[in-house]
């Protein structure tokens, strides 16, 4: 559902229009090696026919918001994982999406440069009403960002509500494994680490 709409039912011509109002920020960035930040975040305006000056100007409100406004003569390739996915997120919100759709952004990150990005996910939700739909394996990052959560197996929802009901009382079959699993790698991390008996 999209602004009331369901999209599975659309016609090519509406699910055009529709895709265009969702943003996405890939796993691996997807960033053109060879055009600079700028000319990556410029890109989805261009292909849209927007005018030099207004794409002048998003781009660098988008690099702003990101943090990477002292980069956008950079190369893909001169940045750090965070960065490109900073450039990605920008890239994502050129055409003012109503969704933000989150494909394991964080799953090739280190644990800090993680953290920042989920930082910068909340901030934006904040600051542009924008809903994000994050898509993770990680529970830590559900608990760090997310307000409500759907539980999916084999392409099925099985369980959905607040996160916190997720973590200390899950109901469905998925779920419940998910948090033995999670739980028995927490105590085997914490004996390790000399925490434990």
Known sequence: MIEGQSITGMDKKHLR??????????????????????????????????????????????????????????YPLQLSGGQKQRVGIAR?????PNVLLSDEATSALDPQT????????KDINKKLGLTIVLITHELDVLKH???NMAVL???????????????LNPE??????FITI????????????????
């Open 17 to 74: 229009q529709a895709r265009r109002k969702i943003g996405m920020i890939f796993q691996q960035f997807n960033l053109f090696d060879a055009k600079t930040v700028f000319e990556n975040v410029a890109f989805p305006l261009e292909v849209a026919g927007h005018s030099r000056e207004f794409i002048n100007s998003k781009v660098k409100q988008l690099l702003e918001l990101v943090g990477l406004a002292d980069k956008e003569q950079a």
């Open 92 to 96: 994502a919100l050129s055409n003012e």
């Open 114 to 121: 993680t953290l920042s990005i989920l930082e910068l996910l």
């Open 145 to 147: 960002i997310c307000n």
């Open 153 to 167: 197996e084999q392409g099925e929802i099985v369980e959905t509500g607040p996160v916190d009901k997720f973590f």
């Open 172 to 177: 469905s079959d998925t779920a419940k494994r």
């Open 182 to 197: 999670l739980q028995g790698f927490q105590a085997k991390r914490i004996y390790r680490e000399g925490e434990g008996i």
